[in-house]
């Protein structure tokens, strides 16, 4: 049986992972690249099987707390014109703003609070040797230790995806485009809305953060991959201005915004596309294996039903390839539908014309009339719920119960 497990990530799948795996006894350790808990991003939909996690962690008390109050989606003109909207009740609360926003760093924090791993801040994995009793681990501060499995929960620029299974272009496939993401001073009063203004391949946006008076903004351009150092953030932040220079609305304060943001993040659109989420004592969770990239809407709810398969699999079967084949199946097709574009791929978020600017405005006013609201909602939006989650407390109690204690 899995005794001790060393996660690389502390994002959202890797706290998620490490809850579940604690409570089946595993000993877990956790290393973060970052020196502290990253508070970075927009907020993140919490959606179908995404949100049975949350409730069978006991959270989402907690997270409905933290959850954003939010009206929907409008497209803007450059004035600041609502040209059309998408309310969250248009579509039962699953629509592109879903019934349950929270902000991404406040879910990770409520992540985090509910366990008692060891993390180890600001260290990542240099080197992996799978073995047949474990895996003998260096860590960037010279440390080493071996552990029952390693998991990679490190978002889809993994390290240990890329010390286990080989370099990122064999697995990360890029969509088309770039996103940066970063807090700014609310430059229009957006009560409750995401305003969400285009020119030709080029998108900005806001949406309410939890203070007021502050944004989460939004700018995103249509691109081949481009080579920049993924450390040098002053690099990446003349990028962003470079390609979104001349843009209308309130994107020039925005950029000026961007400047001096202490949580800047810019990421290609991509997702991460393999044949198998394991290879001997080592797997992959979460945007690390299975990436769906932020326009699907889908990355969190993907991650933290990974974390609860992964660790119900592994209560479940003594050895870890039978669990990690398990794993596989049960994921697979909630991944494959899961990582499913929106009509028009990132061409349907950041439109190369004009004309199809006012197209994607007319088809998002037709998806919320009420004749074909029904419709709408069943074609895009019910992915999230294509999954059967078994009750792996269940399991768990039936064994107490044969083994003649009385479950807890
Ligand atoms: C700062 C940030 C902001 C984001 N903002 C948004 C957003 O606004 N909208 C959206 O849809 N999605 C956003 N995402 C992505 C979103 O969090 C994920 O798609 C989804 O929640 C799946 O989570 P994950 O835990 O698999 O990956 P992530 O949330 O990316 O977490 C991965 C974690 O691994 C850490 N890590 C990376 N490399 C290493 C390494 N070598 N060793 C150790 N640790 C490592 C990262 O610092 C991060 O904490 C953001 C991710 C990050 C990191």
Known sequence: MTRTVLISGAG??????????????????????APAPRPGGQTVD???????????????????????????????DATGRHLAEMRVADLGGDGIVSEYEILRGDLSRILLGATTAEYLWGVRVTALDDGPDGVAVTFSDGGTRTF??????????????WLAFGP??????????????????????????????????????????????RAKAG???LSEPLEYDRRDLAAQRAIVAERMRGTGWVAPQLLAAMETADDFYLDLVAQVRM?????????????????????????????????????GELGRHASHEAAFAAYEERMRPYVTQGQVLPPGGIRGYAPHSRAAIRNRIWTMKLMVSRPLRGLARRL??????????????ADRDDRAVTAGSRPA
């Open 12 to 33: 959202i799948a890797g706290p998620a992972l490490a809850y579940w795996l604690e409570r089946r006894g595993v000993a877990v350790t956790v290393v973060e690249s």
């Open 275 to 311: 044949d198998r989420w394991s290879t001997g004592r080592v797997a992959l969770v979460g945007d690390a294996g299975y990436a769906p990239c932020p326009l699907t809407g889908m990355g969190t709810s993907l991650a933290l039903v990974g974390a609860y398969v992964l660790a």
């Open 46 to 76: 919490l959606r179908g099987a995404g949100r049975t996690v949350v409730e069978r962690m006991g959270l989402m008390p907690a997270v409905r707390a933290a959850c954003m109050d939010q009206e929907g989606l409008a497209y803007v």
């Open 148 to 161: 029952d499995l390693v998991v990679g929960a490190d978002g889809p620029h993994s390290g240990i995806r």
């Open 380 to 393: 895009f939006f019910t992915r999230a719920e294509a999954i059967d989650l078994p009750d792996y407390d």
């Open 219 to 221: 700018l995103s351009f």
């Open 168 to 213: 990122e272009e064999e697995f990360v496939r890029p969509v088309g485009g770039y996103t940066a993401w970063f807090t700014a001073p609310d430059p229009v009063g957006l009560d409750g809305w995401y305003e969400m203004y285009n020119e030709p391949g080029r998108v900005a946006s806001i949406r309410p953060d939890s203070t007021p008076g």
